[in-house]
T-cell receptor, first 111, second 110 residues
Framework: EAQVTQNPRYLITVTGKKLTVTCSQN?????MSWYRQDPGLGLRQIYY???????DKGDVPEGYKVSRKEKRNFPLILESPSPNQTSLYFC??????????FGDGTRLSIL | AQRVTQPEKLLSVFKGAPVELKCNYS??????LFWYVQYSRQRLQLLLR??SRESIKGFTADLNKGETSFHLKKPFAQEEDSAMYYC????????????FGTGTSLTVIP
């Protein structure tokens, strides 16, 4: 089954403790991207990647890192999380430059 | 700056009535515009894109460059259309940044 898989689905952690949210797709898609969803703000793009080893900043990249060492994986890294990064995060992939297949989301709470 | 505005957070219509979800954009280049939908307890999914000029589930959207709008329309709303709808813009002239609106929650009243 074609899908985008995010892990974990839920995470509660503390300020400053590094964390990684994984994203994997099995459709051989070149384009992958990360978004955060906050009440009243909709979805905002954090980072995107057009292909392996090619990543670019989206609208709100501060405090986040990504890597694209393999086509199927696009992890989101929070080196030193802060409470303002508490949010619902979505990963997406597609063949072209627009998100088409989304993951189920990861709800992060940073205390 | 590229921005997408959806002026209505909530929209309620009766079943069988026409529905229009508004979307306006601000963009200095040639935009690519999209509508996404998220049904209750389901993943966000692409509904349609302006470049395809398609009709999906009875919905259509026309890009009006003069009014910088991309409103989503359906002549007869169905209960299963109740969902969250997001308008989005691809900023091709600055790489492939992607901007979503804040969304409109549509409720179709039986």
């Amino acid at each position: 089954e074609a899908q985008v898989t995010q892990n974990p689905r839920y995470l509660i952690t503390v300020t400053g403790k590094k964390l990684t949210v994984t994203c994997s797709q099995n459709m051989n898609h070149e384009y992958m991207s990360w978004y955060r969803q906050d009440p009243g703000l909709g979805l905002r793009q954090i980072y995107y990647s057009m292909n392996v080893e090619v990543t670019d900043k989206g609208d709100v990249p501060e405090g986040y890192k990504v890597s694209r060492k393999e086509k199927r994986n696009f992890p989101l890294i929070l080196e030193s999380p802060s409470p303002n990064q508490t949010s619902l995060y979505f990963c997406a992939s597609s063949l072209s430059g627009q998100p088409q297949h989304f993951g189920d989301g990861t709800r992060l709470s940073i205390l | 700056a590229q921005r997408v505005t959806q002026p209505e957070k909530l929209l309620s219509v009766f079943k069988g009535a026409p529905v229009e979800l508004k979307c306006n954009y601000s963009y200095s280049g040639s935009p690519e515009l999209f509508w996404y939908v998220q049904y209750s307890r389901q993943r966000l999914q692409l509904l349609l894109r302006h470049i395809s000029r398609e009709s999906i589930k009875g919905f259509t959207a026309d890009l009006n460059k003069g009014e910088t709008s991309f409103h989503l329309k359906k002549p007869f709303a169905q209960e299963e259309d109740s969902a969250m709808y997001y308008c989005a813009l691809s900023a091709a002239n600055t790489g492939n940044q992607f901007y979503f609106g804040t969304g409109t929650s549509l409720t179709v009243i039986p």
